[in-house]
């Protein structure tokens, strides 16, 4: 089905309406023209023919009304003749032939004349001549008034409809700015920004609407501050977690693998010349014990890096990349950083550290890339910018799902109140930007 804008379905309607009125104004000015010129037609002759008779009654009048009759330069609407019994004319008025400047239109003349009213009237002169008077209604100066009457009407109609569309087309332009208002304002909630709330309008259901979203924003905004502040609180606590179990490994049984493995070693070399089963017995024990510091450093590693603490985010993040490509030798990552980004706090650090460890699991897991590239710079208007780029499978944008990887990552952005955005296409890659301000 075509979607068409609000502003072409109003004025298709309005174009309808006018076309509409325009038809039944016409039928109805046709028809109460005809009606007017039929009527005037009618009392015009009808008033001729009482006068003839009013006068023929009159005999003394008779000669003075003939010579009226023939001194009758003008009368309006008729035609006026006086003829012999044989048809001879004596007399034609002067109005026979109407003067008129401009005539109405044919099709007008055709919808609106009525069929032709003829009277004829026998008199008789004082010398005893017969005579006919004969009276024939002439509707075409009545049909130039109507007709000018008719143009005078559908030119105010006309100016009446183009005041009315102006009128509606300006307070439309207005109710479409307050809707386009309206529209980014729902479309920044869309994206999360809920801080700036739409302005007051100059009509009142405008104004409902602005004042309900407002309200809405008002809510949504501290629904947001509040999921803010316990996300931080659960992360900090999360990464307190971390730490005091990194300290407890390294603590505990760190320190007790240690022993373990010094006093078997200590064992193995005092018995190596009493016992073979020893000897063996030892050196199993040293191999898992070895193999238990590994998964300690790993897990340590995992839970809270220590390099972070010790020697900042650059190093960090060096030391987690050359890690990963210890583990996933087919992988080429590349790494950028700006030596400003030692200065950043540390809970910001964290937080970059845990998104790049995440960015870099989701391309050994997903991506099937073959390289990865990892960028973090400042730039001028103090925002911190963080870039993680492979050239992997990729997917759909529209269809991209978030998991828990992605999650994370855009719940440790949307904490620190940054900007997180995806870019991806099948079959060219993935790059995660965030924007983070100091």
């Not at 501050?225 to 971390?242: C, D, G, M, S």
């Not at 016992?275 to 014990?289: A, E, F, M, V």
């Not at 220590?306 to 030798?329: F, M, P």
Request: hydrophobic residues 45%.
């Amino acid at each position: 089905m075509k979607k068409t804008t609000l502003r072409y379905q109003i004025n298709i309607r309005i174009l309808f309406l006018a076309c509409c009125i325009f038809i039944i104004g016409g039928t109805i000015t046709l028809w109460q023209a005809k009606r007017a010129v039929q009527d005037e037609m009618n009392s015009s002759i009808h008033l001729a023919v009482q006068l003839i008779a009013f006068n023929l009654t009159q005999t003394n009048a008779r000669t003075e009304w003939l010579a009226q009759l023939n001194a009758l330069k003008e009368t309006r609407h008729l035609r006026i003749q006086l003829k012999e019994p044989s048809g001879n004319v004596l007399n034609v008025s002067q109005s026979a032939i109407p003067k008129i400047h401009s005539n109405p239109p044919k099709w007008f003349v055709n919808l609106v004349a009525s069929s032709p009213i003829k009277i004829e009237r026998a008199l008789i002169t004082d010398d005893g001549q017969q005579l006919i008077v004969s009276i024939e209604a002439n509707p075409l100066n009545e049909i130039r008034e109507v007709w000018q009457e008719s143009l005078a009407f559908f030119g105010l109609l006309f100016l009446l409809i183009v005041s009315i569309f102006i009128v509606i087309q300006l307070v439309f332009n207005r109710v479409l700015k307050a809707i386009l208002v309206i529209v980014q304002g729902l479309e920044r909630v869309e994206l999360g920004h809920f801080q700036q709330p739409l302005p007051y309008f100059s009509s009142v259901e405008m104004n409902q609407i602005a004042g309900a979203i407002n309200l809405t924003l008002e809510k949504l905004n501290a629904a947001q501050q509040e999921n803010l502040a316990l996300t931080q609180h659960n992360l900090a606590i999360q990464e307190q977690e971390r730490q005091h179990l990194a300290q407890e490994l390294h603590d505990e049984l760190g320190q007790s693998l240690t022993a373990i493995k010094v006093m078997t070693v200590t064992i193995s070399r005092a018995e190596k010349s009493q016992n073979l089963l020893i000897k063996q017995s030892t050196d199993s024990i040293i191999q898992i014990c070895d193999h238990l510091m590994c998964v300690v450093r790993s897990m340590m590693q995992q839970l809270h890096p220590v390099c972070l603490t010790e020697l900042g985010l650059k190093a960090a993040l060096e030391d987690l990349i050359s890690h990963w490509q210890q583990r996933y030798s087919h992988l080429k990552i590349g790494f950028e950083c700006d030596k400003d980004c030692e200065m950043l706090s540390e809970k910001i650090s964290i937080h970059i550290f845990r998104m790049v460890q995440e960015g870099l699991t989701n391309i050994v897991r997903h991506a099937n890339a073959n390289q990865a590239f990892i960028n973090l710079t400042l730039d001028e208007n103090n925002f911190l910018l963080l870039q993680i780029t492979d050239d992997g499978q990729g997917c759909d944008a529209q269809t991209i799902k978030n998991g828990f990887g992605l999650l994370s990552m855009r719940e440790r952005v949307c904490s620190l109140g940054g900007d997180f955005l995806i870019e991806t296409q099948p079959q060219k890659g993935m790059t995660i930007r965030a924007k983070i301000p100091l």
